[in-house]
């Protein structure tokens, strides 16, 4: 009726935007998605004829925060699943990564200007999924890669707090307008940026590869009013301490988060991006061993969209009963569980020949939502199996669900004496790719001399003093060499802080590995 009267109207209902039970995060996801509609389709056609006026050809696919992307089309009519795709990219190159290097558990951190992003692959995959999270203060019914975010970037504002007597640094920022007071652009409240210039650790003259020209005076000169002279320190020694505040900040969100998975710190490596990761990675890694940095570190989450494969996911509410309390017998009915299965599948090949996709290239994967009877934690799991054909099938479905839910909430509450049920069903369809791959190159030794562009003054708090620092430029760094700290190394729109008892080397895949020299390393250091 409404489309009749008004043809060019957004008309959103909850029975196709999220056709599942759970009636208050279906309706805020209906809500969100009647809010971004009209914003997002006007965006993605004025992107699109953009990119064609400039002779852009190709399809053109939007990054999702389940881990893939879409095309226009369906992004237009689902943009409530754009909703923290930025960090998802990130979580998604790490994963794949992983694979290629064979770096199996890994934090990935992303410091940006405002935020410090992280998040957890295990055992080269992405184990942690948020299925209703909470976006600003609404419950969205999405799937969403887990990230956690706290305010700490480039662009944080360090303050004096009188009443406390001690420096604090974010969650305020100053944003790209007016910014750190050293872009001279009406900021006066010092930041984290401003600490690195005044530390000499970011050349005034190289920022975003020279074309943009900082003022360390003015930094300099708001660091002393506001920092330096309430704490009764040098101004250096007030911006060496506005870096370790937000890098303590850090490391003690990646320490809370990696213990609440249930994980140690010193199993992972720590892969640093963002326009600050590489220059904050070496105080915030704590006891972590190794860091990687790689060349593309400021574009980590973009460069990590542009290997995602095109993924589609749909729900289906579906109460089914699996396991009979106290016999334990299986009970599935496999008809209705296939019939279920197929009316999904059916769904997912409607939009795939809709974008103009290859159904028979199309990988298709099951989860299922279960749960014990008597309970209310559901546990959602990868299926063994598409469809059900005999009892084993179903048996291998329950093996896995039991070892799933016992490793997230503990073996002690397996309850198989209160039944198993099913809850609901989710579909992935998955166009997979093109992969880029991390060719092998041969090690050059570790002389890094040829890289060397100059020296300039720096600050080095664990040598309490300034003295004249080697820099190199990354680009001209080969495999194999390797740089001991202190030192800097500046590449194209980052620089990379190497202190005092730690060094940097380069692999034969072109990723820079920061490591402690020996006797260096932190024991388990506590961080507050």
Not at 142 to 160: E, F, H
Not at 447 to 452: R, T
Request: charged fraction near 25%; glycine fraction near 10%.
């Amino acid at each position: 009726i409404i489309m009749a009267d008004s043809p060019s109207a957004h008309v959103v209902i909850s029975a196709e935007t999220r056709p599942v039970f759970r009636e208050h995060a279906r309706f805020t996801t209906t809500a969100i998605r009647a809010a971004l509609m009209p914003v997002m389709t006007g965006y993605f056609e004025r992107l699109e004829a953009a990119l064609r006026s400039e002779g852009f050809t190709r399809a053109l696919l939007i990054l999702k925060s389940n881990g893939g992307v879409m095309g226009t089309a369906l992004a237009k009519e689902r943009p409530e699943e754009l909703i923290e795709s930025g960090p998802a990219g990130g979580v998604a190159y790490a994963a794949y990564l992983s694979q290629a290097t064979g770096i199996e558990n890994i934090i990935h951190t992303d410091v940006g200007g405002t935020s410090f992003d992280l998040g957890l692959v295990v055992d080269a995959g992405v184990r942690s999924y948020e299925f209703r999270p909470v976006i600003d203060r609404w419950m969205v019914g999405i799937s969403m890669l887990q990230t956690t975010t706290m305010g700490a970037g480039g662009g944080s504002i360090a303050i004096y707090n009188d009443l406390l007597n001690r420096l604090e640094v974010g969650p305020r920022s100053a944003g790209a307008m007016p910014g750190p007071v050293c872009y001279d652009l009406g900021g006066n409240e010092p930041t984290v940026t401003d600490a690195d210039v005044v530390l000499g650790y970011i050349a005034p003259d190289a920022y975003y590869s020279g074309r943009m020209q900082l003022s360390i005076k003015k930094a300099s000169a708001a660091i002393e009013e506001k920092i330096a002279k309430p704490l009764g320190v040098t101004v250096d020694e007030a911006a060496g301490l506005i870096r370790n505040v937000v890098e303590e900040n850090m490391a003690s969100s990646i320490k809370r988060e990696v213990h609440l998975r249930g994980y140690y710190p010193e199993d992972f490596v720590i892969f640093a991006f963002g326009g600050g990761g590489p220059t904050h990675v070496a105080g915030y890694r704590a006891n972590i061993p190794v860091a990687v940095i790689f060349p593309q570190a400021p574009v980590f989450c973009a460069l990590g969209s542009s290997i995602m494969d095109i993924m589609h996911v749909y729900e289906l509410s579906k109460r089914m009963a699996f396991m009979q309390p106290n016999t334990e017998k299986f009970i599935l009915d496999k008809k209705l569980f296939n019939n279920s299965v197929e009316t999904l599948l059916e769904r997912a090949k409607i939009d795939l020949r809709a974008e103009g996709l290859d159904v028979d290239a199309a990988i298709f994967e099951l989860e299922l939502d279960m749960l014990y009877g008597g309970q209310v934690h559901v546990k959602r799991v990868s299926s063994p199996h598409l469809t059900i054909q005999n009892d084993q099938d179903v048996e291998d479905i329950y093996n896995d669900f039991e070892k799933e839910f016992s490793a997230a909430f503990s073996p002690h509450v397996v309850y198989k004496e209160g039944g198993v049920y099913l809850d609901g069903m989710v579909l992935k369809a998955i166009i997979p790719t093109e992969k880029m791959t991390l060719e092998e190159q041969p090690l050059n030794g570790e002389d890094a001399s040829a890289a060397k562009k100059g020296k300039r003054s720096a600050y080095w708090p664990e040598l309490r003093k300034r003295i004249e620092t080697v820099v190199y430029q990354f680009e001209d760094l080969q495999p194999g060499n390797r740089i001991e700290g202190p030192s800097l190394i500046e590449a194209e729109f980052t620089t990379i802080v190497i202190p005092p008892g730690q060094f940097f080397h380069i692999d034969s895949r072109g990723l820079g590995l920061l490591e402690y020299l020996p006797g260096h390393a932190p024991a388990d250091k506590e961080v507050s």
